[in-house]
């Protein structure tokens, strides 16, 4: 970030923390449009040999600001400008895609802590507009943001300028790549596959984990090669998660499914079906006390790849209930450590150890 030019940005990596990834740093306006310039000029400069300052897009020159700034190749800074153009714009322009006369914007928002700031910086190969929205006191306004506030005035300015130009694509620094359609790693043979651009000396990701050869019977019921089948078995290519990640991927994806569950003619052991999701390993739970002064119960959570399973919750070797379909029990715990064990209807079985405080 700082050798992107980033001046504001001045202090340790543990002082920021894993929120600066979301923006979790003071940076101003200045720096902001000088970033989107470079990455604009570092486009052209693909295609011209003309200064910097001469190609069509460059911020006024400040003594503080550093001139040295880092720069990718220009695949890189095509990939982002892509990305950034198919942002959602706000109103009006939400269908932009819907009309041929629409301009071509890399733009984006920001909106500060305490909604005292709202910024939207956009740019085409020509022009780059950064605007601020707010108060001059510093003081926040709950619904100051950057898509409400900045972003409409942003377009407007530049539905104000007849010219339009967009960059020319960098064929010769960007290569295409088979990638899983569904994980975005190199596709593998039983891969549904998208092609895709990446720079051309960046490494392909490392093939598909995920889509897995598996054999049903003519039930659709999962079957190894080896079990007692009499059935025709067919060969089909599945998606497969793990229940944690399945867990999570199902909540913006409703159409996943898990495999199929086995045959009852086969060995349907399978531990890695089954998972908690919460509490974690070696987690420190915080139990609320009501206002009678007595703990509360925590809420555990589990799941598994079939949706008809049952499973067997056991804390610290008592049994304490069963569920079927959604895998949610209350546990009454005390403080002090903890054992959760829950036994599928196959036995397999998961566990873990908790502190209670």
């Not at 200045?30 to 069509?56: I, S």
């Not at 942002?87 to 914007?105: A, D, H, L, T």
């Not at 920001?110 to 507009?129: E, H, I, N, P, Q």
């Not at 377009?155 to 088979?178: M, S």
Request: charged share 20%; glycine share 6%.
């Amino acid at each position: 970030m700082q050798k992107l030019g980033f001046t504001t940005i001045d202090r340790s990596l543990n002082n920021y923390g894993l929120t600066l990834i979301l923006g979790g740093a003071e940076v101003s306006l200045w720096d902001v449009a000088q970033c989107y310039a470079n990455q604009a000029r570092n486009l052209n400069a693909f295609h011209q040999t003309k200064p910097h300052a001469e190609m069509g897009i460059h911020a006024w020159e400040r003594n503080d600001h550093n001139q040295k700034a880092l720069t990718y190749k220009a695949g890189t800074w095509w990939l982002i400008t892509e990305a950034l153009k198919e942002v959602q714009r706000p109103g009006i322009e939400e269908n932009w895609k819907s009309y041929s006369s629409s301009r071509n914007i890399a733009w984006k928002t920001g909106t500060s802590f305490g909604f005292r700031d709202a910024w939207a910086v956009g740019y085409d190969a020509k022009y780059l507009v950064a605007v601020w929205a707010g108060n001059a006191t510093g003081e926040g306004r709950p619904g100051l943001t950057g898509t409400s506030s900045a972003a409409p005035l942003l377009f407007d300015i530049f539905n104000f300028i007849d010219e339009e130009e967009w960059f020319q694509k960098p064929e010769a620094d960007l290569k295409q790549v088979a990638l899983c359609a569904k994980s975005g790693q190199a596709a593998k043979p039983n891969c549904p596959k998208k092609w895709r651009d990446i720079v051309y000396k960046s490494r392909i990701p490392a093939p598909c984990v995920y889509h897995q050869n598996i054999q049903l019977n003519q039930a659709g019921l999962r079957v190894y090669r080896d079990c007692n089948e009499d059935m025709v078995i067919c060969d089909t290519s599945w998606f497969v998660l793990d229940p944690i990640a399945s867990y999570y991927y199902r909540k913006g994806h409703s159409q996943y499914k898990d495999p199929p569950p086995y045959s009852k003619n086969c060995n349907s052991s399978n531990p890695s079906s089954l998972a908690i999701i919460y509490p974690t390993q070696n987690a420190q739970v915080i139990i609320p006390k009501n206002f009678e002064g007595e703990f509360e119960s925590m809420v555990a959570e589990a799941n598994h790849s079939d949706p008809n399973s049952t499973l067997y919750w056991h804390l610290d070797d008592l049994y304490i209930g069963e569920t079927h379909r959604v895998h949610e029990q209350n546990l009454s715990i005390a403080p002090g450590q903890h054992q959760l064990s829950i036994i599928d209807e196959n036995g397999n079985t998961v566990r873990l150890s908790f502190v209670g405080y």
